[in-house]
Each structure stands twice: as structure tokens, then as C-alpha cells.
């Protein structure tokens, strides 16, 4: 079972607390990420992904076992944590198909190269359904099908671990829906964890959900117990 550990994890940027003591285990399923903007969602995810200087960072963070508070992003990756931002970042110049084969360079400690990362990139396109798209530039999709040719670029790399940044912002209500969907499956394989300000989809993809604001966690618990917490609906969800 896919584990990933937070263990009172404190981020200070000069005189500012982005995290402050924050603690969760996640594993296998899809676990959400709430709170108003700036409550420390995406620094969260850079914390985990190795984007904040490890000078900033107090705490722990454990990975099926493996301390990787202080490892270097590419290691993280190679590890098996892949991820998304909230912007897009694709490279137009690419193909679909090469996008995606990018995402499978440097996986699990070994290089691959040529036809082995097309390979694999093939493979992630088709299991999103993505495959009449491969030889496209980014510029001719729409934005929908950009942002889940960014995940299929996380999947080319095989990982055990996807954290999505907001996959779902910008999307109109049938992508959505076909996001949700996409989102149930994948969790049925993988860890996902999905940082979202849609209340609905996270309430009806997460298996667990953590609250944050102003850097603290407020609360975890099912989408039925997190609707219901009075300090959530405080701080974020106001009134029924």
C-alpha cells in the first residue's frame, strides 16, 4: 500500500508562516486538499515535491518509509511523485505524444530514451483516451484536454503518487464531470491527491479530505464529515 507522510511540517518565509505544524498520512485513494486561497495548498505541494529550500522547512515528510524531506525534486520524481501546477505547462514546440514522453525520462532511478518513453507516453494517452490527439500541438486542444494531457504526462512515468494543483479551474461543468470521473479511476490504482476549490468535486472523488487555512490544518475527515464541521464552514464553506 502506497504511503505518504507529513509529520509537523512548518514552512517559514521570512517572517511569514506559509505551514505550521502539519500532520496527515494518505495512502492509496483519493485524498483533497481544501481551503480559501493562500491557506499554504500549493506550498504544500512543493514541500512534498522538493520546490521549497530545505533551509524553510521544519518537520518530516516519509514516503512508503523513506524520509524525503530533503530530497532534491528530481529525486522525489524518480521516486515515483509526479505532479501538475496550477498553470499549465506544456511545450508548444512538442507533439501531444512528446509532451507526454517526457514525463517517462528519469523514471524509478534509470534513464529512458526513444522508443521506450514514446512508449510509455502511447500507453498514458490511450488510457485517457487521448490517442487520436498524439500528433497534435497544445495549441489545437482545448483546455480541458491540455490539462489532461498534463496528467497523462505524470502517468507516463508509471508513479505511485499523482498531486493534482487545481486540475479542475477554468473547466466547464461536463469536463468537470468527466474530470471527476477520470479522477475515481485513477484513485482506484494510485495515490492521488487533489489540492481543488470546487467543493463538489472534491466532495464527490475524495475518499478523505484535509482542510487548511492560514497554513494550519483545521480539519480531515469524510466529504460527509468535512460538509458538517462548524470550523470548516467557519473558515471556508460559510453558511448552509
Known sequence: MTTLSVDSLSIQFGGV??????????????TGVIGPNGAGKSTLFN?????VPTAKRKGRVTFNGAD????????????GIRRTFQNIKLFPELTVLENVAVGALNTNSRMVRG??????ASQALEELGLTKSAKLRPSQLTYATQRQVEIARCLAADPSVVLLDEPAA???ADDREALG????????RLL????????????????????????KKIAAGTPA????NPEVIRAYLGKA
Open 47 to 51: 514541500s512534498i515535491t522538493g520546490l
Open 170 to 172: 477554468g473547466m466547464h
Open 68 to 79: 524525503i524531506t530533503h530530497s532534491r525534486t528530481e529525486h522525489v520524481a524518480r521516486m
Open 181 to 188: 470521473n477520470l479522477i475515481v479511476q485513477l484513485g482506484k
Open 17 to 30: 508562516s506559509a505551514l505550521t505544524d502539519i500532520s496527515f498520512e494518505m495512502t492509496t485513494g483519493v
Open 115 to 120: 522508443n521506450a518513453a514514446k512508449a510509455a
Open 192 to 215: 492521488l491527491v487533489l489540492v481543488e476549490h470546487d467543493v463538489g468535486l472534491v466532495s464527490k472523488v475524495c475518499d478523505e479530505i484535509i482542510v487548511l487555512d492560514f497554513g
Open 225 to 228: 464529515e468535512i460538509r458538517s
